[in-house]
């Protein structure tokens, strides 16, 4: 039933490892989107892909890789995880709205909390 | 780049008072949306507006979209324990369109019964 998940929910590591996450979603949508939110609760999109192809990366460090293998499907690989990488990490899809161009709003999954240590 | 300003950043209320929270934007905005976080929660889209001067309403809340298209308020009358959250305006960037959603930095209503 669930529209949008994330595994892991939680993530505690150590500096210096590499760690995936994982994003499905169920709605159809052709878009997905990774965001981090920080400490202070700021939501900041990280990238977005359309039908498998990136369409936004926002000044991410290159340590971290998106992966779509498919439109229901979002990954984000991290490498070399640092202190600063702690966030919780949404996925979220959406669907454009064909007619006037604006889209529906967002769906987000729950959250996958990373924690480096 | 754009940015989506909102304040306050918190707000605490009785049970029973109102509350506005206030979005302004740097550029004219195509349309805003509005979400809630829930404590330990994800943002849950509660709508979309898109014309100039736009009033919805949901219930208790009431959005509404200014004439220039670059702010927009969102109230909430005699708020209730379940109105408790973080409430984030968000409009889509210039450059982005429809695939980078820019938000503002929330503001974190607390309701003290």
């Known amino acids: 039933d669930t529209a949008v998940s994330q595994t892991p929910k939680y993530l505690v590591t150590q500096m210096g490892n590499d760690k995936s996450i994982k994003c499905e979603q169920n709605l159809g949508h052709d878009t997905m989107y990774w965001y981090k939110q920080d400490s202070k609760k700021f939501l900041k999109i990280m990238f977005s892909?359309?039908?498998?192809?990136?369409?936004i990366n926002e000044t991410v460090p290159n340590r971290f890789s998106p992966k779509s293998p498919d439109k229901a499907h979002l990954n984000l690989h991290i490498n070399s995880l640092e202190l600063g990488d702690s966030a919780v990490y949404f996925c979220?899809?959406?669907?454009?709205?064909?007619?006037?161009?604006?889209?529906?709003?967002?769906?987000f999954g729950s959250g996958t909390r990373l924690t480096v240590v | 780049g754009q940015q989506v300003m909102q304040i306050p950043q918190y707000q605490h209320v009785q049970e029973g008072e109102d509350f506005t929270t206030y979005c302004n934007s740097s550029?004219?905005?195509?349309?805003i949306q509005w979400y809630k976080q829930r404590p330990g929660g994800h943002p849950v889209f509660l709508i979309q507006?898109?014309?100039?001067?736009e009033v919805k309403k949901q219930k208790r809340l009431t959005f509404q979209f200014g004439e220039a298209k670059k702010n927009s308020s969102l109230h909430i009358t005699a708020t209730q324990t379940t109105d408790v959250g973080t409430y984030f305006c968000a409009g889509p960037h210039p450059q982005g369109g429809s695939e980078k959603l820019v938000f503002g930095k929330g503001t974190k209503l607390t309701v003290n019964p």
């Open positions: 550029t004219t905005l195509s349309n």
């Open positions: 979220a899809s959406s669907q454009v709205r064909r007619r006037w161009g604006g889209w529906y709003g967002y769906t």
């Open positions: 892909y359309n039908n498998k192809e990136l369409i």
């Open positions: 507006l898109v014309k100039s001067g």
